[in-house]
């Protein structure tokens, strides 16, 4: 599996749509876009495998499903995952003939996105870093009353920062980075210790998406029985992910349920208990 000048461009266009600030908006471009969930997709119609593209996506996804991003900060660079790492993964699991939907191929799509997302977040930071200058220009723009140039800031200049730093490396690195990834393929054979410890580090990295994602929802240590009954479920039952996401909007629709009914007696009970210590009191005055 090859990945031509014209997919490698369109990559590129995608990875700049999706970065932060993303083009598209941080709703259809960051959140959206650059979800690995949606690159693989998008990268499985490019590359012209929707199979591999979609089960490389889902195996990335898990690892960065609780990503964030408090004041700018990263830890990776899911622009550089979803349309660096994803396509690069592709290439690696048709070469070294694996399964798309096998747990080898799941690990490898892991391990490559973990190592392009980390190395993405230097992308990023040079998006910031040029995206200053732009801002400066604006900020001289509005001292000087030209408002009509905030919109050349705003929507044209930012573009010379994503062709520098999502465009140019998403279709060099997709490019000849296939041609590099199909080449491990006799430097690093299945059976080999290398690729048995890039299996092995594949199968631990979705433990720090859930962990992320504990840290965030788990107040008490009650918290802990509904996160673990979707996975209760698809080991016990065999549900696939969609089986399970039905079953979880019923139980979310009956604790919204719950918790409406309680604020709302709450809320009623609260007047009538002042009612009665007053109609009290006019008792015992009566009296």
């Known amino acids: 599996m090859t990945i031509s000048w014209v997919q490698a461009s369109i990559l590129g266009i995608f990875a700049s749509l999706s970065s932060m600030p993303g083009m598209a908006g941080s709703t259809i471009g960051n959140y959206t876009l650059g979800r690995p969930l949606v690159g693989g997709l998008v990268c499985g119609l490019v590359l012209g495998d929707l199979k591999t593209g979609i089960a490389a996506g889902v195996a990335m996804q898990l690892v960065y499903i609780a990503l964030v991003t408090p004041g700018g900060t990263v830890s990776a660079d899911l622009r550089a995952v979803s ?5 690069l993964a592709m290439v690696a699991i048709h070469a070294q003939g694996l399964v798309a939907t096998s747990g080898n191929a799941a690990d490898l799509a ?31 723009a509005v001292e000087k009353g030209q408002f009509k140039k905030l919109y050349v800031v705003d929507w044209g200049l930012p573009w010379i920062s994503h062709f520098f730093f999502s465009f140019i490396p998403t279709l060099f690195m997709t490019h000849f980075g296939s041609s590099a990834v199909t080449a491990l393929k006799t430097a690093l054979p299945m059976d080999g210790i290398p690729m048995k410890t890039l299996f092995t580090v594949g199968a631990l990295l979705p433990c720090v998406g859930i962990a992320i994602l504990l840290k965030q929802i788990v107040d008490s240590p009650l918290d802990f029985i509904p996160f673990f009954v979707g996975f209760t479920f698809a080991a016990s039952l065999g549900l696939n992910l969609v089986s399970v996401t039905v079953v979880s909007l019923i139980f979310a629709m009956i604790s919204y349920k719950l918790d409406m009914a309680i604020s709302t007696n709450r809320q ?12 009290d009191d006019e ?3 009566d009296i």
């Not at 392009?116 to 900020?139: C, D, P, S």
């Not at 009623?268 to 109609?279: E, I, L, Q």
């Open 83 to 87: 349309y660096i790492g994803i396509p």
């Open 110 to 140: 892991k391990s490559m996105g973990t190592l392009v997302g980390t190395v993405g977040t230097v992308l990023f930071y040079g998006t910031a870093t040029m995206n200053l200058v732009w801002q400066h220009i604006g900020w001289r």
């Open 268 to 279: 009623v009970a609260s007047p009538g208990s002042n009612t009665d210590v007053t109609d």
């Open 283 to 285: 008792e015992d005055e």
